[in-house]
């Protein structure tokens, strides 16, 4: 049984020493080498006599298990995955069958407890994870186990490791038959009533001739925390269309300076369209292929107008009427 795990650099910080000194690393108990702490028990006193000013159980309780999982439960064969500090770059690779090792004179990276890690090549970008697996790795712990071992073994290049099943029934691709049979304005509407069951206020469909390539706006208050404008191109592509760098590109200079831009696609985009809605210095475009697309229908399919419901034809999970 293959696992897959997340260990964060501090928000990437030393990302880079991970990965020229093949490894990851954590930083609790950064004076004591703690190869000869056989369990999890063993690290409630250690932990409770170094950071004697953390006196809640559940405190103590979240940072010693994140210590155990990195100690005992990683092992040899596993995945693990650390973002980069380009927040849409996941550098990924396999735990290897090598000792936990304790070094606490590396000037690159201030973390002593480290596991021996071979790293790929090839990182994985965020804006390629399904729906549930990006809501996973928003998770604040430092080190955590990442559920959806499957979609990160393919987007790895270990699919080797994937049980396959017999089904040819593809729950995606029923689903975005019944969008695609939307017309076009159908569809603008759809995804503003998404946008608004995503905390979008205001959301309005603006899509016509001239447009700019800006179909519908919302903005998103976060908790009076922050305030996102958001300009969005919604259009339907038949299914195994890759969305060229050039459309991308060309829905940016409809966003203004204090925007960003999404992309809402029943299709995919092409690698170089992914490097130019991320591209420095310009306006953020998030992008959102059909599958992606699919699971955030999934996940606020209540909050979708009775209407839609009843013309896409589908029951709560997407399931064909």
């Given at each position: 049984?293959?696992?897959?795990?997340?260990?964060?650099?501090?928000?990437?910080?030393?990302?880079?020493?991970f990965?020229?000194?093949g490894?990851?690393?954590?930083?609790?108990?950064?004076?004591?080498?703690?190869?000869?702490?056989?369990?999890?028990e063993?690290?409630?006193?250690?932990?409770?006599?170094?950071?004697?000013e953390d006196?809640?159980?559940?405190?103590?309780?979240?940072q010693?298990?994140?210590i155990?999982?990195?100690?005992?439960d990683?092992?040899p064969?596993?995945t693990?995955?650390?973002?980069?500090?380009?927040?849409?770059?996941?550098?990924h690779?396999?735990?290897?069958?090598?000792?936990?090792?304790?070094?606490?004179?590396?000037?690159?990276?201030?973390?002593?407890?480290r596991?021996?890690v071979?790293?790929?090549?090839?990182?994985i970008?965020?804006?390629?994870?399904?729906?549930?697996l990006?809501?996973?790795?928003?998770?604040?712990?430092?080190?955590?186990?990442?559920?959806?071992?499957?979609?990160?073994?393919?987007?790895?290049?270990?699919?080797?490791?994937?049980?396959?099943?017999?089904?040819?029934y593809?729950?995606?691709?029923?689903?975005l038959?019944?969008?695609?049979?939307?017309d076009?304005?159908e569809?603008?509407?759809?995804?503003?009533?998404?946008?608004?069951?995503?905390?979008?206020?205001?959301?309005?469909?603006?899509?016509?001739?001239?447009?700019g390539?800006?179909?519908?706006?919302?903005?998103?208050?976060?908790?009076?925390?922050?305030?996102?404008?958001?300009f969005?191109?919604?259009?339907?592509?038949?299914?195994?269309?890759?969305?060229?760098?050039?459309?991308?590109?060309?829905?940016?200079?409809?966003?203004?300076?204090?925007?960003?831009?999404?992309?809402?696609t029943?299709?995919?985009?092409?690698?170089?369209a992914l490097?130019?809605?991320?591209e420095?210095?310009?306006?953020?475009?998030?992008?959102?292929?059909?599958?992606?697309l699919?699971?955030?229908?999934?996940?606020?399919?209540?909050?979708?107008?009775?209407?839609?419901?009843?013309?896409?034809?589908?029951?709560?999970g997407?399931?064909?009427?």
């Open positions: 049984m293959t696992n897959v795990w997340c260990v964060r650099a501090e928000f990437g910080q030393f990302t880079d020493a990965l020229k000194g490894y990851v690393a954590i930083g609790w108990l950064d004076k004591i080498d703690l190869s000869s702490v056989t369990g999890r063993n690290l409630y006193p250690l932990y409770r006599d170094y950071y004697p006196k809640s159980n559940v405190v103590v309780g979240q010693v298990g994140q155990a999982r990195f100690l005992f990683i092992s064969g596993d693990v995955i650390t973002p980069s500090r380009d927040t849409e770059i996941l550098q690779g396999i735990v290897l069958d090598e000792p936990y090792v304790f070094e606490s004179n590396d000037p690159t990276c201030p973390y002593p407890h596991r021996v071979k790293w790929a090549q090839q990182p970008r965020r804006s390629s994870l399904s729906v549930p990006g809501n996973t790795m928003r998770s604040s712990l430092t080190v955590f186990s990442v559920s959806q071992v499957d979609e990160v073994l393919e987007l790895a290049g270990r699919g080797e490791l994937v049980k396959r099943t017999l089904s040819e593809d729950p995606y691709e029923s689903v038959e019944r969008v695609l049979a939307l076009d304005k569809f603008e509407i759809l995804i503003g009533h998404l946008l608004t069951a995503l905390g979008f206020e205001g959301s309005e469909v603006t899509g016509k001739i001239g447009d390539g800006v179909d519908v706006t919302g903005e998103l208050n976060v908790a009076n925390l922050a305030k996102i404008k958001l969005v191109q919604a259009k339907r592509y038949k299914r195994g269309a890759r969305i060229p760098a050039s459309t991308v590109k060309a829905l940016r200079s409809s966003i203004p300076a204090n925007g960003q831009g999404a992309f809402i029943t299709a995919d985009f092409q690698t170089k490097d130019v809605a991320f420095h210095n310009f306006p953020r475009i998030g992008l959102v292929n059909g599958r992606q699919v699971d955030l229908l999934v996940e606020y399919w209540s909050d979708i107008p009775q209407e839609f419901r009843d013309r896409l034809g589908l029951k709560p997407l399931v064909l009427s």
